[in-house]
């Protein structure tokens, strides 16, 4: 492997390398979501694939992640899978996923861009590859009207991100210094402060007032909306044709050596999960807020939902040109050396269900396994 790869990080890899540590000590390692949805059951009669009894499969509990909330709602997932049980565990924050990815504990995942760009590359090219897309969008810049009246009024400001170094936290840096104004991206402190804030206290302390504004992923950026918020700026037009990767499908590279039939039906859920979505908009909103449901506990309300919902895209295409884009927004914000990506995609299982259902394919724009 390349040198650049094995030193990815500067100063920041003291932080990235315990931010999966934190996140366990603050919502612990994923958790087990189990379900008595009738979908999900294994059909009398069917057979397991490659003979094994279960795959693990993660994602986060946000609109974001649609796809996998959909795609086990409506029983897609297991219908591909045959007697191979889905087994699910959901998470709140990128690096724990990573985590239990890296353990075994999870195979494939729904995750952000910049945690799976850090796995990788952390790993040295060892640990996952990206075998698909899942969504675009859903990512807004949400201010107090009172205290931000424009995009230059951010200056001075508190605003908050989900966490140093994700795929929000990167964007803002990015576009803090595309203004032309300095913040040290380790303390958040500068001309702007960035408060890095868990996405489930991002609304309380908006509504404390303690952050006048947040740049966050959907259902958060709709409910400081909902607490009085304005949205001032969607991130999706800061991007060509207004598309960037907010979620991707990983899995384990020994998981995609050893059971490529399995990650093939799991794909052929997403594909069909993401068919379904597009076709059918509205009854897909209330499946992803059942299974949100089902999760947590508690379902979203429907000014929160129906924005949140609107703002984002289901697409199959991961969107490898924004991915390499986004690694060079956190170079440029200084948490991460210009990494060597190469490989980190392999879309070939991807391409061949989208072949076989009359879909187009997708490349991986130059980042693909050789």
């Not at 890899?13 to 999966?20: D, R, S, W």
């Not at 986060?60 to 565990?89: C, I, M, P, S, W």
């Not at 990788?120 to 969008?137: E, F, M, P, Q, R």
């Not at 504004?213 to 909902?226: D, F, H, I, N, R």
């Amino acid at each position: 492997m390349p040198a650049t790869r094995s030193t990815y990080l500067r100063r920041g890899i003291a932080v990235f390398a315990a931010l999966p540590l934190l996140t366990l000590a603050a919502c612990g390692y994923g958790s087990d979501s189990k379900s008595t949805n009738s979908k999900e059951k294994v059909a009398a009669g069917s057979s397991k694939i490659e003979g094994l009894a279960s795959v693990k499969i993660g994602y986060f509990g946000n609109l974001t992640h649609a796809t996998a909330l959909v795609g086990r709602e409506q029983g897609l997932f297991q219908k591909e899978l045959g007697a191979t049980k889905a087994d699910y565990a959901t998470f709140n924050a990128g690096p724990s996923e990573i985590e239990a990815l890296n353990s075994g504990s999870i195979d494939i995942g729904w995750i952000g861009p910049s945690p799976a760009i850090n796995g990788y590359t952390k790993s040295d090219g060892k640990s996952l590859k990206i075998i698909g897309g899942s969504a675009s969008g859903g990512v807004k810049l949400v201010v107090n009207p009172k205290k931000i009246k424009s995009l230059k009024d951010v200056k001075g400001k508190k605003i908050a991100t989900p966490q140093l170094g994700n795929t929000q936290d990167v964007a803002f840096l990015n576009w803090i210094a595309d203004q032309g104004w300095k913040v040290d991206a380790q303390s958040g402190k500068g001309d702007v402060t960035v408060v890095r804030t868990d996405n489930k206290i991002t609304p309380d302390a908006f509504k404390a007032g303690s952050i006048d504004g947040a740049w966050v992923p959907e259902p958060t950026a709709s409910k400081l909306v909902a607490e009085g918020g304005k949205t001032l700026l969607d991130e999706s037009s800061l991007w060509p044709d207004k598309k960037f990767v907010i979620t991707n499908i990983i899995v384990s590279q020994k998981f995609l050596k050893a059971h490529p039939k399995v990650v093939e039906a799991v794909l052929k859920g997403s594909v069909a999960a993401n068919k379904w979505i597009n076709a059918n908009p509205t009854e897909a909103k209330a499946a992803a807020n059942k299974q949100l449901e089902a999760d947590s506990g508690k379902a979203l309300p429907a000014n929160v939902l129906d924005p949140a919902w609107s703002s984002i895209q289901f697409t199959n295409d991961p969107l490898a040109s924004t991915l390499n884009t986004e690694a060079a927004h956190a170079v440029k914000a200084g948490l991460l050396e210009k990494p060597d990506l190469k490989g980190i995609y392999d879309l070939t299982i991807l391409n061949k269900v989208l072949k076989a259902d009359g879909d187009s394919t997708v490349d991986a724009a130059g980042l693909g396994t050789s």
